[in-house]
């Protein structure tokens, strides 16, 4: 008796005492399950029309106006109680309900997340003719392992502004019926000296061209005749010249759909994951928050390759914006700025069994286990890390406890193994309290990414419950 006393004892006090991750689908009832599912149906259709920035950016305000969003303009009058949205450029949307709450005593609640997503970018002069090839030349646009890219479906996405001044959209690939696009690599047969480089270096950059015809204009005569029967169908579809490509903004991303994984569907493998697996639930918890705070979700362009630019989080719109917001109200933005939180909402490394030796496992985020705190990011000794202070850290948990949100704390991977970083930093430099927080991706950066039904709609819990 004594001994099962102990026993019990010693359970509860491992209970009390000792951190465990815990897997959602295990303590989740079907009317759990269900949420989890239903919201993820959502997500994959919005991961299916935003593959580019400007897509996410056209689909989250087709979103914003279902829930009764209105557009703002700078100038435009606010009042208590207005829900509305802000358009940068057509690449960037911000979109914002203003509470009853004194902004310079409760500051504003943030959510923080990106759009755009590692492609292919044409270059200026793209178009080339080679051996029964045309082909169009690309420039990658972040991170990606470029071998990736090879034999797999295409699409292309993207706007050209014609000489005239006319703004064509471009899609093609998505559709059953249409082509798609393709990027060649070295049969094995022949591929021994290739296999001998690096990762980096098994495909190079100026080799990622996309075939995008073989068939010869009619006239014999005519010089480059694929290139030409190319050119002349692009001309009669859209009125496109070759030259028109120094002023398009023109990519290839995959042309594959938003799947399901699994004999159970517990996972989604999708292009885009990053960061539309954050970007859509910081979207939906502010289209649905019924706050007394002001409450605002940025969905941001450039991340991938640094948040530069007038769209990106280094732009100084979005600060702006938050000015006009308090210039509305008679708020001092200083005084609000320090008094507002954010959620940097960006994905992170989940752990994968397949590679071990990259990860410190009590510190990795376990697929299925919530949404994850990242308190720092960077590199190495935290080197370009936006490092959340505890004392907020400790705010952002007791949230999380109080609405019974399953979460876990992680890191990118081992020290000195890699690195990352996020809009966290930009945040913080207008004295805004900020902590990376999101959804763990399996094979991030990749064509086709992994994620969890059941981190993506914790991590919807978290933001709303972090807004409300």
């Given at each position: 008796?004594?001994?099962?006393?102990?026993?019990?004892?010693?359970e509860?006090?491992?209970?009390?005492?000792?951190y465990?991750?815990?897997?959602?689908?295990?303590s989740?009832?079907g009317?759990?399950?269900?949420?989890?599912?239903?919201?993820?149906e959502?997500?994959?259709?919005?991961?299916d029309?935003?593959?580019?920035?400007?897509?996410a950016?056209?689909?989250?305000?087709?979103?914003?106006?279902?829930?009764?969003f209105?557009?703002?303009?700078?100038?435009?009058?606010?009042?208590?109680g207005d829900?509305?949205?802000?358009?940068?450029?057509?690449?960037?949307?911000?979109?914002?309900?203003?509470?009853k709450?004194?902004?310079?005593?409760?500051?504003?609640?943030?959510?923080g997340a990106?759009i755009?997503?590692?492609?292919l970018?044409?270059k200026?002069?793209p178009?080339y003719?080679?051996?029964?090839?045309?082909?169009?030349?690309?420039h990658?646009?972040?991170?990606i392992?470029?071998?990736?890219?090879?034999?797999?479906?295409?699409a292309?996405?993207?706007?050209?502004?014609?000489?005239?001044?006319?703004?064509?959209?471009?899609?093609?690939?998505?559709d059953?019926?249409?082509?798609?696009?393709?990027?060649n690599?070295?049969?094995?047969?022949?591929?021994?000296?290739?296999?001998?480089?690096s990762?980096?270096?098994?495909?190079?950059?100026?080799?990622?061209?996309?075939?995008?015809?073989?068939?010869p204009?009619?006239?014999?005569?005519?010089?480059?005749?694929?290139?030409?029967n190319?050119?002349?169908?692009?001309n009669?579809?859209?009125?496109?010249?070759?030259?028109?490509?120094?002023?398009a903004?023109?990519?290839?991303?995959?042309?594959?759909?938003?799947?399901?994984?699994?004999?159970?569907?517990?996972?989604?493998?999708?292009y885009?994951?990053?960061?539309?697996?954050?970007?859509?639930?910081?979207?939906?918890?502010?289209?649905n928050?019924?706050?007394?705070d002001?409450v605002?979700?940025?969905?941001?362009?450039?991340?991938?390759?640094?948040?530069?630019?007038v769209?990106?989080?280094k732009?100084?719109?979005?600060?702006?914006?938050l000015?006009?917001?308090?210039?509305?109200?008679?708020?001092?933005?200083?005084?609000?700025?320090a008094?507002?939180?954010?959620?940097?909402?960006d994905?992170t490394?989940?752990f994968?069994?397949?590679?071990?030796?990259?990860?410190?496992?009590t510190?990795?985020?376990?697929?299925?286990?919530?949404?994850?705190?990242?308190?720092y990011?960077?590199?190495?000794?935290?080197?370009?890390?936006?490092?959340?202070?505890?004392?907020?850290?400790?705010?952002?948990?007791?949230?999380?406890?109080d609405?019974?949100i399953?979460?876990?704390?992680?890191?990118?991977?081992?020290?000195?193994?890699?690195g990352?970083?996020?809009?966290?930093?930009?945040?913080?430099?207008l004295n805004?309290?900020?902590?990376?927080?999101g959804?763990?991706v399996?094979?991030?950066?990749?064509?086709?990414?992994?994620?969890?039904k059941?981190?993506?709609?914790?991590?919807?819990?978290?933001?709303?419950?972090?807004?409300?």
């Amino acid at each position: 008796m004594e001994e099962k006393e102990k026993q019990t004892e010693t359970e509860e006090l491992v209970e009390k005492l000792v951190y465990k991750k815990k897997n959602i689908y295990e303590s989740a009832d079907g009317e759990e399950i269900k949420k989890i599912y239903d919201f993820a149906e959502g997500y994959m259709k919005f991961l299916d029309n935003s593959k580019t920035e400007r897509e996410a950016c056209e689909y989250s305000i087709k979103l914003a106006r279902e829930a009764g969003f209105k557009e703002f303009k700078f100038g435009d009058k606010l009042k208590v109680g207005d829900k509305r949205y802000f358009v940068n450029r057509n690449k960037s949307v911000v979109v914002f309900s203003i509470g009853k709450n004194n902004l310079e005593k409760y500051g504003v609640k943030l959510l923080g997340a990106h759009i755009d997503s590692p492609r292919l970018d044409f270059k200026p002069n793209p178009v080339y003719e080679d051996s029964g090839f045309c082909f169009l030349k690309t420039h990658y646009y972040g991170g990606i392992k470029k071998y990736q890219w090879t034999t797999i479906p295409l699409a292309i996405h993207g706007t050209v502004v014609l000489g005239d001044g006319k703004v064509i959209n471009v899609k093609v690939g998505e559709d059953e019926s249409d082509p798609v696009f393709y990027i060649n690599d070295l049969l094995p047969h022949l591929g021994q000296e290739q296999m001998r480089n690096s990762g980096n270096n098994i495909i190079t950059g100026e080799q990622l061209n996309v075939v995008v015809g073989g068939l010869p204009y009619v006239d014999k005569k005519a010089k480059d005749k694929i290139k030409l029967n190319f050119l002349s169908i692009l001309n009669k579809k859209y009125g496109i010249t070759e030259a028109d490509f120094m002023s398009a903004e023109l990519c290839v991303v995959p042309a594959y759909k938003a799947r399901e994984v699994g004999f159970d569907r517990a996972f989604i493998s999708a292009y885009g994951h990053d960061d539309k697996s954050c970007s859509y639930p910081a979207l939906q918890a502010v289209l649905n928050a019924k706050s007394s705070d002001t409450v605002i979700a940025m969905l941001v362009d450039k991340e991938e390759i640094g948040s530069e630019g007038v769209t990106g989080m280094k732009s100084r719109v979005y600060e702006d914006l938050l000015n006009e917001i308090c210039d509305a109200f008679g708020a001092r933005s200083h005084i609000v700025r320090a008094k507002s939180r954010c959620l940097s909402a960006d994905v992170t490394s989940c752990f994968d069994p397949n590679f071990t030796s990259v990860y410190e496992k009590t510190n990795a985020s376990i697929i299925s286990c919530g949404t994850t705190i990242n308190k720092y990011t960077g590199a190495g000794g935290k080197s370009g890390a936006s490092d959340a202070s505890a004392e907020f850290v400790g705010e952002i948990r007791k949230i999380f406890t109080d609405n019974n949100i399953m979460w876990q704390a992680g890191e990118l991977g081992k020290v000195d193994v890699g690195g990352g970083g996020t809009i966290a930093k930009y945040v913080a430099d207008l004295n805004i309290d900020t902590v990376d927080i999101g959804v763990p991706v399996i094979s991030m950066h990749s064509p086709y990414e992994l994620i969890s039904k059941a981190d993506l709609y914790s991590t919807y819990k978290a933001f709303s419950a972090f807004v409300k």
